[in-house]
């Protein structure tokens, strides 16, 4: 990401890549209740294309700005470091975005594809995906929370 500005956009201490991230995520987060309410009004081909163009994204942030991220600033201070707010938000984030990004990939397998066995597909669609959508919001409030962790208290 070396062709990017060092310094962020948004005032805080953050870089560029950060402060992008925050507010792709953000974006995303946005996309995902809009395509929720495009299942709502049974516009299901909508609905599905709008999921999985945010799921792929995300799995795009995730290799270009928060696993490079995690693995320079957080990973080398684990375990000790969990007592620390900046180690726990990041570590407690990233636990749960790789929870939510892989019950969408399975979600997006099973709705989209034949791959897996029928013993491995759920029958109960609305409560998977409401459960995926409750996830993913927990994920993106816990990413903000890192974000202010991180950008916002050091500096306050």
Request: overall charge positive; charged content about 10%.
């Amino acid at each position: 990401m070396a062709f990017f500005p060092i310094k962020g956009f948004l005032g805080t201490g953050a870089t560029f890549e950060a402060d992008l991230n925050l507010v792709v995520q953000v974006v995303m987060g946005v996309a995902l209740i809009a395509g929720s309410l495009l299942a709502k009004r049974k516009r299901y081909a909508a609905h599905g294309v709008c999921q999985t163009t945010v799921l792929l994204s995300n799995l795009g942030m995730i290799g270009l700005v928060m696993w490079p991220s995690f693995q320079q600033q957080v990973r080398p201070a684990l375990p000790e470091g969990l007592h620390k707010w900046y180690f726990a938000a990041a570590t407690i984030h990233a636990l749960l975005g790789v929870m939510a990004e892989l019950l969408g990939l399975y979600i997006v397998i099973v709705a989209g594809t034949h791959v897996l066995p029928q013993f491995l597909r759920f029958k109960n669609w609305k409560r998977w995906m409401r459960a995926e959508l409750v996830l993913w919001s927990i994920v993106v409030l816990t990413g903000m929370g890192t974000y202010y962790a991180w950008y916002i208290a050091p500096f306050g």
